[in-house]
């Protein structure tokens, strides 16, 4: 079974703190995936990266940045976070081909306090 | 630029009765795929069924199977014998062929009566 892990299932921070949430998958995954998650909102995509060291941004990176130098490791960065950034995160991974399905971790919730 | 729309936020069903969750979406492409997803709550996030949009015959996949409509635009979930464990949160998703984004609707949250 694919297994994507996120390293924090809940993380608490301050407002201008530069925040890291990892994610490593196991199964050679070709393309990964930053989603947040928020109440009537549904999923929204943050970035997504389709090889070691390329990104795409998605539908709302504004805040974000992200870092893949290894294939098993996409990592997600708040440089300065605020408020409005309180947000569920998850993290997906899915071999290429657009049939595959994603793969979930299990989210990180985060609070900017 | 593509939109997945679930026009039920939240739905309810008797325990071992049939229910139907309702997905349109609008694109311009002609060839990409379908998906529903389910996150039942505090889990992850698991694939439920997937479709082709070049491919007539709708999916299925035990209890869980789909009414694909390509000329309306329309994806529902129908859901046969329901159990107390498909209670979750309910996500469409639609991906086109010439990459792999994938854009989710908001979502239906489906409660089972017992």
């Known amino acids: 079974d694919v297994k994507v892990t996120q390293s924090s299932r809940y993380l608490v921070k301050r407002t201008g703190e530069k925040v890291f949430l990892e994610c490593v998958q196991d199964m050679d995954h070709e393309n990964m995936f930053w989603y947040r998650q928020d109440p009537g909102l549904g999923l929204r995509l943050i970035y997504f990266s389709y090889d070691v060291k390329m990104k795409e941004k998605g539908d709302i990176p504004e805040g974000y940045s992200v870092s893949r130098e290894k294939k098993e490791r996409f990592s997600l960065i708040l440089e300065s976070a605020s408020t409005n950034q309180t947000s569920m995160y998850l993290c997906?991974?899915?071999?290429?081909?657009?049939?595959?399905?994603?793969?979930f971790g299990d989210g990180t919730r985060l609070s900017i306090l | 630029a593509q939109t997945v729309t679930q026009s039920q936020p939240e739905m309810s069903v008797q325990e071992a009765e049939t229910v139907t969750l309702s997905c349109t979406y609008d694109t311009s492409e002609s060839d990409y795929y379908l998906f529903w997803y389910k996150q039942p709550p505090s889990r992850q996030m698991i694939l439920v069924i997937r479709?082709?949009?070049?491919?007539?015959q709708n999916a299925t996949e035990n209890r869980f199977s789909v009414n694909f409509q390509k000329a309306a635009k329309s994806f529902s979930l129908k859901i046969s014998d329901s159990q107390l464990g498909d209670a979750a949160m309910y996500f469409c998703a639609y991906r086109r062929k010439r990459d792999d984004k994938i854009i989710f609707g908001k979502g239906t949250r489906l409660h089972i009566l017992p």
């Open positions: 997906a991974s899915s071999a290429g081909g657009g049939y595959q399905p994603q793969h």
């Open positions: 479709q082709e949009a070049y491919k007539q």
